[in-house]
């Protein structure tokens, strides 16, 4: 596997949306390769920055509107944001 095509991955990779066998492909890249380990440290520590900080509550009128949207059922709950990736 080259840097490219571990790019191409990334997202799936760190969504862990591949196989066992595209992953280990994938880990074994970046365990070789300094620039795309850092590359995908990067973007770990980015979706972090992202989920921790942004905690705005999402307006009830669009929270019905998705819902409805994909067909749940809409909550007045109030839910606390995922804690991780």
Known sequence: MNCDETYKGMYLYLDKELTVWRRWKITRHLDRCPPCSRGFDFELELREVIMT???????DDLRRRIAEAIGVEFSDEVNDPPQGL
């Open 53 to 59: 900080r942004s905690r705005e509550r999402v307006p």
